[in-house]
């Protein structure tokens, strides 16, 4: 049995390299790549603590792993918005570079 | 050192350095390709995690639906910046031998663990769990039925709202 805290620490560093990503990068794409990054370590943290406190309980506990059944439903529908956004940003402005993206400036 | 340990360290330096990859590379399409492998990985883990419905929920949903997705808006925007081709000289080898390598432990794994019948390996108690996922449905049915079909209402909302939002604009006279 590998103990929890192995899968909080990857979930932290996955989180990091996608909080790095988003700071970092300046394709739209890119960034919203990395935001799903950061979600899905969330997940594996979620999932990670419900399974520990399965094993606390010693029966079957399903909480965690609903909430993270919910969570990629909802990325789901957040990556169809958002993408359909940058489509409509890229249209107005043929770029999806988000520096260019200053029209509400001053 | 348990072999679960050594499974959960190899995953975790290719899920990692995936992650890096998807963090460095210039090339959008490699970055979705990246975050295809990674979303992968954590389905793995999942699995390990004794979660195999979210696993394959993961796989579906995440590394399949979202991540063609996103390849899609990307060809659709252009916004891949293909570098010149460059030929890598090892690769077709290296290729070549792995997949022969693959096909021998696959064929040896297949002799070797099959039942004396001849039939091949039957999974593990463990590793069968039906009663789990039965559980996990009902649960998902009675106590989460609300937050359930909320999330129905929002992916249609959603999809109404990509719809709209894509939708050209008819002139109003």
Request: proline share 3%; glycine share 4%.
């Amino acid at each position: 049995m590998i103990p929890i805290n192995y899968y909080i620490v990857l979930s932290a560093i996955l989180f990091t390299i996608g909080t790095l990503g988003v700071l970092t990068r300046r394709n739209a794409l890119i960034i919203f790549m990395s935001v799903e990054l950061m979600l899905n370590a969330a997940n594996l943290a979620f999932v990670a603590f419900a399974r520990a406190r399965e094993v606390a309980l010693g029966q079957p506990f399903f909480d965690g792993q609903i909430f993270v059944f919910f969570v990629i439903a909802v990325a789901a529908a957040e990556v169809a918005v958002g993408l359909a956004l940058i489509v409509e940003i890229f249209k107005s402005k043929r770029s999806i570079d988000v520096d260019q993206m200053s029209s509400l400036k001053g | 050192m348990t072999l679960d340990l050594i499974l959960f360290l190899i995953l975790a330096l290719i899920a990692i350095s995936t992650a890096f990859g998807m963090l460095l590379s210039r090339n959008a399409v490699y970055c979705a390709l990246f975050l295809v492998l990674n979303f992968v990985t954590v389905a793995v883990f999942y699995l390990l995690l004794g979660a195999p419905f979210i696993a394959m929920s993961q796989i579906t949903v995440y590394a399949g639906a979202i991540m063609v997705l996103f390849l899609f808006v990307i060809m659709l925007l252009g916004a891949e910046s293909l570098p010149a081709a460059e030929v890598l000289p090892w690769q077709k080898p290296l290729a070549t031998a792995l997949a022969f390598v693959l096909a021998a432990e696959a064929t040896f794994l297949l002799i070797t663990r099959a039942r004396p019948e001849g039939r091949v390996l039957q999974p593990d108690a463990s590793a069968n769990m039906m009663d789990n996922l039965r559980a996990l449905g009902a649960e998902l049915f009675s106590r989460y039925l609300l937050p359930f079909e909320v999330t129905s209402v929002l992916l249609l909302v959603a999809m109404v709202g990509v719809i709209v939002l894509i939708r050209k604009e008819k002139r109003v006279h």
